[in-house]
């Protein structure tokens, strides 16, 4: 099974049947009534990496991954689609916007669905976990490093810093070349990191790194153990965005 999501906290199995099956047997709570759905729910491993499970009428399971995060924010949430949201994170100490991009939410029945050319329809929420997953990323050792990088200087007049966060799709989506069945929450972030904690997937036995470290904003973040992180690194590239504003724990 090739999801570079699922990797990212250790859900690595032969085939998505044998997740499903692994995770129903070891425990998903979910919501058989909310609206629009058939089924939300979840699977919490003690590691903190989940996997979330939506189905619609008709249709089949979908399953994404995430990941319970110590970090959190106070945000601004729009559900855009079943699970994809954007979400902007305000400072603080003076209100002032400091990020704002596409994620999945793995609690969807938390906030309303946007109606196409309706009012918007925001949850503000104190304390909504921010996490990433990381999907294809380089660690270097330190921030001097990077910004002597081709990645930081992908051409001569775009520099990149070691902290930035960058959304395509909110961006395409803004530009209106895309439509949000398109959109996706895969941002190009740079993250320095502060801390790292190596964690046991229960239900996988496969490890990952739980990352704690500053981007545009502080953000958790899940690192495939091959790409061995520790505190001063900088780890640029892709990554899957994901929040939640705690339904499940």
Do not use: C
Not at 38 to 55: E, H, M, N, W
Not at 136 to 155: C, H, I, L, R
């Amino acid at each position: 099974m090739q999801s570079p999501q699922l990797h990212a906290v250790g859900f690595d199995f032969p085939s998505l049947d044998d997740l499903v099956k692994a995770a129903f047997g070891a425990g998903v709570r979910g919501i058989e009534t909310a609206p629009g759905f058939d089924l939300v729910g979840t699977y919490s491993d003690p590691s903190g990496a989940r996997v979330v499970f939506i189905k619609r009428s008709g249709e089949s399971v979908a399953t994404a991954a995430g990941l319970s995060s110590t970090v959190t924010h106070r945000a601004q949430v729009v559900r855009l689609a079943d699970q994809l949201a954007r979400i902007a994170i305000y400072n603080a100490d003076d209100g002032e916007l400091d990020a704002q991009f596409l994620a999945l939410v793995d609690d969807p029945v938390a906030y309303p669905p946007q109606e196409p050319g309706g009012d918007t329809k925001y949850v503000a929420v104190e304390n909504l976990q921010l996490a990433a997953l990381a999907l294809d990323v380089k660690v270097f050792d330190n921030v001097a490093v990077f910004e002597e990088s081709p990645a930081a200087q992908p051409t001569a007049q775009v520099r990149i810093p070691a902290d930035a966060l960058i959304s395509p799709g909110l961006m395409a989506l803004e530009a209106g070349s895309i439509q949000i069945a398109e959109a996706s929450p895969t941002l190009l972030m740079g993250i320095i990191v502060e801390s790292v904690e190596v964690r046991k997937n229960e239900l996988s036995g496969q490890e990952f790194q739980y990352v704690v470290g500053e981007s545009a904003v502080k953000i958790a973040a899940a690192i495939p153990m091959k790409h061995p992180v520790q505190p001063g690194n900088v780890i640029h590239g892709a990554f899957y965005a994901s929040a939640t504003s705690g339904t499940w724990d």
